[in-house]
């Protein structure tokens, strides 16, 4: 088992689109492995049944393949109806580099980048991605815009998110939700629900599901992603239980800054429901025969 230690972390890497610095987080948690399981008004989501989507988990604080690097920070593949979205880069780039070619992932799939925040342990890989010379859509909360510069913006498409807005027909952007940091997460439409992706959840776990939801009415098929739990005691984290069933989250895959002991306790929670996370780990929902 790889377990990083998060103070040999140096959270003051320079970052392509942000000059802000990885905010210290909680303890990591381990994980066994793999398992299948602009605009300004709110989007009209598109009618996609039987869809599925394949979600691989690129960086994380933990992972159970030796192969992979381990390092505090968050990235995953989101592979959906053709297209191929990377949500977060993670702290270092050589390190999102070396998974994606263990992980046999080409880089030249990815079509659009969606940073969460812009903290460096979810930002800090994007300069050596784009270093291999692809040029995809990248998709910023509008907190963000001060920190590209023009240079920047006449060599990439940036799109700076204020409001919800539909990335690629069935997966939205939340739109920037306020908070400590401001922060955007993924929804994603499938045959069984929505996915809701999260970097962080700085404005709140609990709050972006429900803006989430408010974008697709639809059943919740999976909440994965940072839920920055860490140091919440036992009683705090019942009520986001108790607040993930009343919304009908079916399935949770809490990773990266949730803490140890919150991730084990909403684990016991969930049950068989509970998907571990960890770079490697790949979670399929969906109908996969359409």
């Given at each position: 088992?790889?377990?990083?230690?998060?103070?040999?972390?140096?959270?003051?890497?320079?970052?392509?689109?942000?000059?802000?610095?990885?905010?210290?987080?909680?303890?990591?948690?381990?994980?066994?492995?793999?398992?299948?399981?602009?605009?300004?008004?709110?989007?009209q989501p598109t009618e996609i049944p039987g869809t599925s989507v394949r979600l691989t988990i690129l960086y994380d604080n933990t992972t159970e393949d030796p192969r992979l690097t381990v390092e505090w920070g968050f990235s995953a593949l989101v592979e959906y109806m053709g297209h191929t979205v990377l949500f977060d880069t993670g702290?270092?780039?050589?390190?999102?580099?070396?998974?994606?070619?263990?992980?046999?992932?080409?880089?030249?799939?990815?079509?659009?980048?969606?940073?969460?925040?812009?903290?460096?342990?979810?930002?800090?890989?994007?300069?050596?991605?784009?270093?291999?010379?692809?040029?995809?859509?990248?998709?910023?909360?509008?907190?963000?815009?001060?920190?590209?510069?023009?240079?920047?913006?006449?060599?990439?498409?940036?799109?700076?998110?204020?409001?919800?807005?539909?990335?690629?027909?069935?997966?939205?952007?939340?739109?920037?939700?306020?908070?400590?940091?401001?922060?955007?997460?993924?929804?994603?439409?499938?045959?069984?629900?929505?996915?809701?992706?999260?970097?962080?959840?700085?404005?709140?776990?609990?709050?972006?599901?429900?803006?989430?939801?408010?974008?697709?009415?639809?059943?919740?098929?999976?909440?994965?992603?940072?839920?920055?739990?860490?140091?919440?005691?036992?009683?705090?984290?019942?009520?986001?239980?108790?607040?993930?069933?009343?919304?009908?989250?079916?399935?949770?895959?809490?990773?990266?800054?949730?803490?140890?002991?919150?991730?084990?306790?909403?684990?016991?929670?969930?049950?068989?429901?509970?998907?571990?996370?960890?770079?490697?780990?790949?979670?399929?929902?969906?109908?996969?025969?359409?």
């Open positions: 088992m790889k377990i990083l230690n998060p103070m040999m972390v140096n959270l003051t890497m320079i970052l392509m689109l942000s000059s802000a610095c990885a905010a210290t987080e909680p303890s990591p948690t381990t994980s066994p492995p793999p398992t299948k399981a602009t605009p300004s008004q709110t989007p702290l270092d780039g050589p390190s999102l580099l070396g998974n994606m070619e263990v992980l046999g992932v080409n880089p030249e799939v990815i079509e659009v980048v969606v940073l969460s925040h812009e903290h460096g342990d979810h930002t800090g890989g994007l300069k050596d991605l784009l270093m291999t010379g692809i040029r995809p859509d990248i998709y910023i909360p509008a907190a963000m815009a001060s920190s590209v510069t023009q240079d920047q913006r006449e060599k990439y498409t940036i799109i700076e998110v204020s409001d919800p807005v539909e990335i690629i027909p069935g997966i939205f952007s939340t739109g920037e939700i306020s908070g400590s940091v401001p922060e955007q997460g993924l929804v994603v439409e499938t045959s069984e629900g929505i996915v809701v992706i999260t970097g962080c959840a700085h404005p709140g776990i609990v709050r972006m599901v429900q803006e989430a939801s408010e974008i697709v009415d639809s059943e919740i098929a999976l909440v994965i992603g940072g839920f920055h739990l860490g140091g919440y005691n036992s009683s705090y984290i019942d009520t986001i239980i108790a607040d993930f069933r009343r919304m009908g989250v079916k399935q949770v895959t809490p990773t990266h800054c949730t803490g140890e002991e919150q991730i084990a306790q909403i684990g016991e929670a969930y049950g068989e429901d509970y998907i571990p996370g960890g770079a490697g780990r790949v979670i399929v929902i969906g109908d996969t025969a359409h």
